[in-house]
């Protein structure tokens, strides 16, 4: 006999919107006659192994629409990646529970995970369908147009550029605003959405997907700084040179490792302290100055994408609805159709786990420093309304007199 019961989790970065794919699921599987109890762990898998469970079957409707609309995520998150042992685990759990739908919301390596636990509910035999729904603002999971979470990030990086651009106006300078993105660089690219004339900033922008020549960054600036009489620069925390080592790694004395042996890019301030030590020492401009995105971009309250809030709630009924009306796990993918409107479909988990997408080259410029009218065309719509603008005097000379 069915017990009717359903599991969500969270897990990787928070971002805006990542509650309204949780609350998506609650509330489509409130309609659903056979669902008789809706969990949620506590700080996703390792909430799971734990048996940390809230029962969300007891959350008004009223105050899940609240929590939809709040960044972050609300059952708590983790940075664990299970390997098969610890998958066994999560299964053992969620067959203890009586658990017949799993649903975990997260980017590539929870995924694989739910790829995993559902192997390992398939070689026991047990009834238990396993959905992947996605995040990310790295927006680098494989077979979707875009991610939830990445256009509400890229609204913020954007708005960040542009009021960097600006202040770097009144004040001539180096800016260097490093944003988050290991190995894709959509995050960063974002920053080009900030311009509004042609001399603005970010004047160079650079990407993971190209290596990096310090000789030929520090040329690049020159350049600019010669031309504009400032620079503006986006520089993605994943920058490498030909080997694949990390420029922060390069340039740093000591070198930070997160749990996983990578090294720690998100959230230091390295590498643009690093990069502005190396504009003022080589290129002998004063005025530099660096900022870390860091944390910001992920889960900022105030700079949400409403489409990106639409399409993270409609991912999580989806998810629900392909549960509940098909006879195999997946994950769930964003498809664009026309401009602009989007589709869903479920995609087969071994083709989204463990990978990772990276920036198209038809969305890189020939120069490697910006991005072309394609990514601009692409990312726009997903910005969403209200993206505020920034305008500029029309400057009427008054004759000199004394300083002619």
Same mark, same amino acid.
């Not at 669902?35 to 734990?50: D, E, F, K, M, S």
């Not at 700079?303 to 098909?326: H, I, L, T, Y």
């Not at 087969?348 to 990276?358: F, M, N, P, Q, S």
């Given at each position: 006999?069915?017990?009717?019961?359903?599991?969500?989790?969270?897990?990787?970065?928070?971002?805006?919107?990542?509650?309204?794919?949780?609350?998506?699921?609650?509330?489509?599987?409130?309609?659903?006659?056979?669902?008789?109890?809706?969990?949620?762990? =506590?700080?996703?898998?390792?909430?799971?192994?734990? /048996?940390?469970?809230?029962?969300?079957?007891?959350?008004?409707?009223?105050?899940?629409?609240?929590?939809?609309?709040?960044?972050?995520?609300?059952?708590?998150?983790?940075?664990?990646?299970?390997?098969?042992?610890?998958? *066994? #685990?999560?299964?053992?759990?969620? @067959?203890?529970?009586?658990?017949?739908?799993?649903?975990?919301?997260?980017?590539?390596?929870?995924?694989?995970?739910?790829?995993?636990?559902?192997?390992?509910?398939?070689?026991?035999?047990?009834?238990?369908?396993?959905?992947?729904?996605?995040?990310?603002?790295?927006?680098?999971?494989?077979?979707?147009?875009?991610?939830?979470?990445?256009?509400?990030?890229?609204?913020?990086?954007?708005?960040?550029?542009?009021?960097?651009?600006?202040?770097?106006?009144? =004040?001539?300078?180096?800016?260097?605003?490093?944003?988050?993105?290991?190995?894709?660089?959509?995050?960063?690219?974002?920053?080009?959405?900030?311009?509004?004339?042609?001399?603005?900033?970010?004047?160079?922008?650079?990407?993971?997907? @190209?290596?990096?020549?310090?000789?030929?960054?520090?040329?690049?600036? #020159?350049?600019?700084?010669?031309?504009?009489?400032?620079?503006?620069?986006?520089?993605?925390?994943?920058?490498?040179?030909?080997?694949?080592?990390?420029?922060?790694?390069? =340039?740093?004395?000591?070198?930070?490792?997160?749990?996983?042996?990578?090294?720690?890019?998100?959230?230091?301030?390295?590498?643009?302290?690093?990069?502005?030590?190396?504009? $003022?020492? #080589?290129?002998?401009? #004063?005025?530099?100055?660096?900022?870390?995105?860091?944390?910001? *971009?992920?889960?900022?309250?105030?700079?949400?994408?409403?489409?990106?809030?639409?399409?993270?709630? /409609?991912?999580?009924?989806?998810?629900?609805?392909?549960?509940?009306?098909?006879?195999?796990?997946?994950?769930?993918?964003? $498809?664009?159709?026309?401009?602009?409107?989007?589709?869903?479909?479920?995609?087969?988990?071994?083709?989204?786990?463990?990978?990772?997408?990276?920036?198209?080259?038809?969305?890189?410029?020939?120069?490697?420093?910006?991005?072309?009218?394609?990514?601009?065309?692409?990312?726009?719509?997903?910005?969403?309304?209200?993206?505020?603008?920034?305008?500029?005097?029309?400057?009427?000379?008054?004759?000199?007199?004394?300083?002619?």
């Amino acid at each position: 006999m069915s017990s009717g019961k359903i599991l969500v989790a969270q897990g990787g970065g928070p971002t805006a919107v990542i509650n309204q794919s949780m609350v998506g699921v609650v509330l489509e599987a409130r309609r659903f006659r056979n669902v008789t109890r809706i969990y949620g762990a =506590l700080h996703g898998v390792r909430g799971i192994v734990n /048996e940390d469970f809230v029962d969300l079957t007891q959350e008004t409707s009223h105050n899940l629409e609240l929590v939809g609309a709040t960044p972050s995520s609300a059952l708590g998150s983790t940075r664990d990646k299970p390997d098969i042992a610890y998958c *066994q #685990k999560i299964f053992a759990v969620l @067959r203890a529970h009586e658990i017949e739908h799993f649903f975990y919301i997260g980017g590539n390596d929870s995924s694989d995970t739910v790829r995993i636990v559902a192997e390992e509910a398939a070689k026991a035999g047990y009834p238990l369908r396993c959905i992947h729904i996605p995040k990310t603002i790295d927006n680098d999971l494989v077979g979707n147009d875009h991610t939830p979470g990445f256009p509400s990030a890229a609204r913020f990086v954007a708005q960040a550029f542009a009021g960097a651009n600006l202040d770097n106006a009144a =004040l001539p300078g180096v800016y260097v605003g490093v944003v988050m993105g290991r190995h894709a660089g959509f995050l960063t690219a974002a920053a080009a959405l900030g311009k509004k004339f042609p001399d603005d900033g970010p004047h160079l922008i650079y990407l993971p997907e @190209r290596v990096f020549v310090l000789e030929n960054f520090l040329a690049d600036v #020159k350049r600019t700084y010669e031309q504009y009489g400032r620079c503006v620069i986006a520089v993605s925390e994943g920058i490498h040179d030909a080997s694949g080592e990390a420029i922060a790694s390069l =340039l740093a004395a000591e070198v930070e490792r997160d749990a996983h042996g990578n090294v720690q890019l998100s959230g230091t301030g390295a590498l643009a302290d690093l990069l502005c030590d190396e504009i $003022k020492s #080589k290129l002998g401009i #004063k005025r530099v100055r660096g900022d870390t995105f860091g944390y910001l *971009q992920r889960s900022f309250i105030g700079c949400v994408s409403d489409v990106d809030q639409r399409e993270a709630r /409609e991912v999580g009924e989806k998810a629900v609805q392909f549960a509940m009306w098909g006879d195999r796990n997946g994950s769930v993918a964003i $498809k664009r159709t026309g401009f602009y409107s989007v589709d869903y479909e479920l995609m087969a988990l071994e083709d989204v786990a463990g990978k990772t997408r990276v920036m198209e080259d038809a969305f890189i410029s020939a120069s490697g420093t910006d991005v072309t009218d394609a990514f601009r065309l692409y990312l726009r719509p997903l910005l969403g309304s209200g993206m505020p603008d920034a305008y500029r005097l029309r400057h009427a000379p008054v004759e000199k007199i004394l300083n002619k």
